[in-house]
T-cell receptor, first 113, second 114 residues
Framework: QQQVKQSPQSLIVQKGGISIINCAYE??????FPWYQQFPGKGPALLIA?????SEKKEGRFTISFNKSAKQFSLHIMDSQPGDSATYFC????????????FGRGTQLTVWP | DVKVTQSSRYLVKRTGEKVFLECVQD?????MFWYRQDPGLGLRLIYF???????EKGDIPEGYSVSREKKERFSLILESASTNQTSMYLC?????????????FGQGTRLTVV
């Protein structure tokens, strides 16, 4: 059973538009929710992360929105650029998982110029 | 800068061969992980280790084993390679402040079994 469900699987956005990727989880013990970005030929790298004590975190054009009651969180990319074209993974973890991150299946984002 | 180094970027092996994938990290991290990445399936955890000589099965351990004799090195072993193990393999390490610690990934090993 997948612990973190991610949608959509792929996303095409025009340059300057807003990209939105959604994730949902069931385990209420999760207390750390990072997003990873992966470019072709590279390993994933941490983009931005949030703890459940806040509802939003913003870093530049990237924002995580977190809804604890709905057990959902999302990544918003404002003013999307062709350089943002990559695969994005949401993830979750908790102290009891021995350091393990549970990843969503990924979203392939393409930003057209 | 944390560095996770995987020994090979590309590997071609024959069916039935024993295959070793090596991963080394230089930040004294306790936790190390092996994932495989396939289109549409995301990152699937094969095995992870939270300390030297300690290992835990992930979601798809069948056909694989691991070894962690030293803290910095985590090896993935394919006992008898099969064509369905053709995939991208990613190693990662994570520091002691889990669950909030950042995971660092290697660049991956693309394994082809023929």
């Amino acid at each position: 059973q997948q612990q973190v469900k991610q949608s959509p699987q792929s996303l095409i956005v025009q340059k300057g538009g807003i990209s939105i990727i959604n994730c949902a989880y069931e385990n209420t013990a999760f207390d750390y929710f990072p997003w990873y970005q992966q470019f072709p030929g590279k390993g994933p790298a941490l983009l931005i992360a949030i703890r459940p004590d806040v509802s939003e975190k913003k870093e530049g054009r990237f924002t995580i929105s977190f809804n604890k009651s709905a057990k959902q969180f999302s990544l918003h990319i404002m003013d999307s650029q062709p350089g943002d074209s990559a695969t994005y993974f949401c993830a979750a973890s908790t102290w009891s998982t021995l350091g393990r991150l549970y990843f969503g299946r990924g979203t392939q984002l393409t930003v057209w110029p | 800068d944390v560095k996770v180094t995987q020994s090979s970027r590309y590997l071609v092996k024959r069916t039935g061969e024993k295959v070793f994938l090596e991963c080394v990290q230089d930040m004294d991290h306790e936790n190390m992980f092996w994932y495989r990445q396939d289109p549409g399936l995301g990152l699937r955890l094969i095995y992870f280790s939270y300390d030297v000589k300690m290992k835990e099965k992930g979601d798809i351990p069948e056909g694989y084993s691991v070894s962690r004799e030293k803290k910095e090195r985590f090896s993935l072993i394919l006992e008898s390679a099969s064509t369905n193990q053709t995939s991208m393999y990613l190693c990662a390490s994570r520091g002691p402040r889990a669950p909030v610690a950042e995971a660092f990934f290697g660049q991956g090993t693309r394994l082809t079994v023929v």
